[in-house]
Each structure stands twice: as C-alpha cells, then as structure tokens.
C-alpha cells in the first residue's frame, strides 16, 4: 500500500516562499514519476509540476514557470515542491501523487494520492 503525507503549507503574504514536503512509503519510490496539483475553492483540481522517477525530467504549468521547483531525493523517499513569488492565485489545498506507468499531467493517471496541505496566500 502506497502512503503520500504531505507537509509545509501554511499562511504565507504576497511574495513569500514555501517548501512543501511529500513522504512516500509503502512502495519503491525510485520508480515513481512524482506530481503536484492543486485545487483552489469552487475550482477543479489542477497540475502543477511534474518530474520523473529518476528526477532528470521536470514539467510545470505556464502559472508557476519560474516560481516554482519540483525536486526529489530518492535515497529520503521524499519530494519536494519551493514555491517562490507566492501570489493569491496560489492559495489551494496541494496534494503530491504516484504515477507508476505514466510520466503525466493528467491527475487520472495517478493511483495515490496524499490527504493534500494547505497553502493561503494573503495580500
């Protein structure tokens, strides 16, 4: 049984930065393509990042280009999303996920999912 437990949202002002953290366990983790989403109030979930089992492939929405960086380290079963310049637009619940198969931004083709953290931008 695979387990994602996210961790380092909070309520940050216009600007500031976060890292948000994803503990994996229960599977192989190296062999996973690792994704971020996001779901803001009354809005469909959406893709944020991407990157590949083996960490040398990364994928990110146009919306964070820049800001955002999505990392792993596989020796801590663990990955990470720093998310600088936050805006207001970033404020949503953030939920890592699996992808054994597919390298993908489609959140259909992730079999788990984490419970998702928390990330308020004030302004």
């Known amino acids: 049984q695979v387990q994602l437990v996210e961790s380092g949202g909070g309520l940050v002002q216009v600007g500031d930065s976060l890292r948000l953290s994803c503990a994996a366990s229960g599977h192989t983790f190296s062999n996973w393509h690792m994704g971020w989403f996001r779901q803001a109030p009354g809005k469909d979930r959406e893709f944020v990042a991407l990157?590949?089992?083996?960490?040398?492939?990364?994928s990110y929405t146009d919306s964070v280009k820049g800001r955002f960086t999505i990392s792993r380290d596989n020796a801590k079963n663990t990955v990470y999303l720093q998310m600088n310049s936050l805006k207001p637009e970033d404020t949503a619940v953030y939920y890592c996920a699996a992808s054994y198969y597919r390298y993908s931004r489609r959140g259909a083709d992730y079999g788990y999912w984490g419970q998702g953290t928390q990330v308020t931008v004030s302004s």
């Open positions: 990157i590949s089992s083996g960490g040398s492939t990364t």
